[in-house]
C-alpha cells in the first residue's frame, strides 16, 4: 500500500508542479488538492496523531520555509519582428529591381527600383507627401530631410523647417556621389520615410510588373548600384505565389471602352480640351518590418487583465532558457471564443507585444514558438511547504505531518497560493524551520 500511495503522490506532484508553470489561471485551493489526489491518499483522522488508515512514506521529508511565491499564466507567443510596415510606389513605371525577403535596407539604401531608378530609405516618422525644393513651405518632413543628410554626410546648413539654399546643395552633392543627376530637388515617390533600419518581410510587386499604369521611366534620374540587380530568385517566388492566388484583372484597351454617356443637356467637351490627369494611386511594392526581435502573444477576453504597458515577464526560449521580458504594446485583435463553431461571433482579444530586456537577445527563429509567463498572483513572505506534503483528511480539510524530536503529529492547515512546487499554508503551531513529510 505505501508503494501504492507513494506512486500516486508522485503523480500528484508532478501534475500540481507542472501546473504551477504551465496551466492558464491556475487556482490551488482545497476542493481541486481533494480531486486530483483521489481516494487512495485519504488519510483517517483530523489533528494529532495519523489514524490507522492508509501511511504515507516516511523516508522522504521537506522544510516548512518562508518565501516569495508567484503564480504565472502562461501564454503561448511567437517570435517575430517589431512595427510592420507596407512600402507603397508613388512613382509610375516598370519594377526593375527589388529585394529578397529578409534583405536589411539602411538609411540611403535602396528599397526597390522603377524604371531603373532607386526609390530610397530615409529615416523619419512624417510620410512623404510632396516634392521637395527651394520655395516649397516650412514644414517638420523637411527639417526631416534635413537630419538625414546630416546622418549621411551632407551640410544643409541648419537644420530646420526651411529649405534653404544650403538644403539643395546638399541634396545635389547627395545626388551627384550616387551618380544620379544633380537637381537638388527631392521628387515625390523618391524615398520613403521609415523609423529605422527595414527587413524585408513580403513583396507584393514582382519585376516587370507597370505601376501606375505606365512602363517608362519616373523620372530623369539614371541607373544606380547595378550590384543589386540579380535578384531573379525572390521575384520568380513571389510570381509564384501570386500565380496560385486570384489572378489579376486584365487591364483593357482604352480604345475599346465605350465612350461614357453624358448627362442630358451636358455640355460636350470642346475639342482640344486639356484635362487633368490624376495622380498615380499607391500600389503596394513590399512589406518591411523593424530589425528588432519581439515576441506576439494573442490574449483572450478573460486574460487581458493580466497584461499591461510596462510588465515584467519571463520568456522561456525553445532551447529552455528563460530570459525576462517587457510588455512593450498591446493592441486589440478578434479571436473566437469556445470552439468558434458556426454563428458563433468573435471574441475581443488583445495582442501583446514582448521584448526580452536581459543580455540574451531573442533567437533568429523566425515563427518560432515560445512560452510567456505573465504573473498573476505573487504572495511575499509566506510560509509554504512542498507540494506533496498536503494530505487530504477528508472533506476540504487538509493537514501535514511534522517530524519532532519526540515523534510526528500532523498538523491541520489551509492551502493558498501554490506555485513551482510549494504551496503556501496556514496552520496552528506551524513554524517556518519544522521538518515535514513529503511522501516522496
Known amino acids: 500500500m505505501a508503494d501504492e500511495n507513494r506512486e500516486r503522490v508522485g503523480r500528484l506532484r508532478g501534475r500540481l508542479v507542472s501546473a504551477g508553470r504551465r496551466r492558464p489561471l491556475l487556482a490551488v485551493v482545497a476542493a481541486a488538492l481533494l480531486a486530483a489526489a483521489g481516494p487512495a491518499l485519504l488519510l483517517a483522522g483530523s489533528g494529532g496523531e495519523a489514524g490507522s488508515g492508509a501511511k504515507a512514506a516516511v523516508g522522504a521529508t521537506g522544510t516548512v520555509e518562508r518565501r516569495t511565491l508567484a503564480e504565472h499564466l502562461t501564454a503561448a507567443g511567437t517570435i517575430g519582428y517589431a512595427g510592420e510596415t507596407t512600402v507603397l510606389a508613388r512613382l509610375s513605371g516598370t519594377v526593375t529591381a ?14 526597390y527600383a522603377v524604371a531603373g531608378e532607386p526609390v530610397l530609405l530615409l529615416y523619419g516618422s512624417v510620410p512623404a507627401y510632396r516634392a521637395l525644393a527651394e520655395g516649397v513651405s516650412e514644414g517638420a518632413d523637411v527639417e526631416q530631410l534635413e537630419r538625414n543628410l546630416v546622418a549621411l554626410g551632407y551640410s544643409p546648413g541648419s537644420v530646420d523647417e526651411v529649405f534653404s539654399s544650403s538644403t539643395a546643395a546638399a541634396i545635389a552633392a547627395w545626388q551627384e556621389d550616387l551618380g544620379l ?14 523609423r529605422g533600419p527595414q527587413r524585408v518581410t513580403a513583396l507584393e510587386a514582382i519585376l516587370g510588373e507597370a505601376l501606375g499604369g505606365g512602363g517608362g521611366t519616373g523620372s530623369s534620374m539614371v541607373a544606380w548600384r547595378p550590384e543589386a540587380e540579380g535578384l531573379g530568385e525572390a521575384a520568380e517566388a513571389a510570381e509564384s505565389k501570386r500565380s496560385d492566388s486570384e489572378p489579376r484583372k486584365e487591364r483593357s484597351d482604352p480604345r475599346e471602352e465605350p465612350e461614357p454617356e453624358r448627362e442630358e443637356g451636358a455640355e460636350p467637351e470642346a475639342a482640344g480640351e486639356p484635362k487633368l490627369e490624376p495622380e498615380p494611386s499607391s500600389v503596394p511594392v513590399l512589406r518591411t518590418s523593424s530589425t528588432r526581435r519581439v515576441v506576439s502573444v494573442e490574449l483572450e477576453a478573460d486574460q487581458q487583465s493580466i497584461a499591461h504597458r510596462g510588465q515584467r515577464v519571463v520568456v522561456v526560449l525553445p532551447d529552455g532558457a528563460e530570459v525576462p521580458g517587457e510588455v512593450r504594446g498591446l493592441a486589440a485583435v478578434e479571436s473566437l471564443g469556445g470552439e468558434g463553431g458556426p454563428g458563433e461571433e468573435a471574441a475581443p482579444g488583445v495582442e501583446a507585444t514582448i521584448s526580452v530586456t536581459g543580455k540574451r537577445p531573442i533567437p533568429a527563429l523566425d515563427g518560432a514558438t515560445v512560452s510567456v509567463l505573465f504573473t498573476q498572483r505573487v504572495g511575499h513572505d509566506v510560509l509554504s511547504v512542498p507540494l ?23 498538523i491541520v492547515v489551509t492551502p493558498g497560493l501554490a506555485a513551482d512546487g510549494f504551496v503556501a499554508v496556514e496552520g496552528k503551531g506551524l513554524r517556518a524551520g519544522m521538518t515535514v513529510e513529503t511522501g516522496e
Do not use: C, K, M
Open 388 to 410: 506533496t506534503a498536503l494530505i487530504a483528511i477528508g472533506g476540504d480539510r487538509f493537514a501535514v505531518r511534522v517530524r519532532e524530536p519526540g515523534g510526528r503529529r500532523q
Open 98 to 111: 527589388l529585394p529578397a525577403i529578409g534583405d536589411v535596407v539602411r538609411r540611403g539604401g535602396r528599397l
Open 181 to 194: 543627376e544633380a537637381t537638388g530637388e527631392l521628387e515625390l515617390g523618391r524615398v520613403a520615410f521609415l
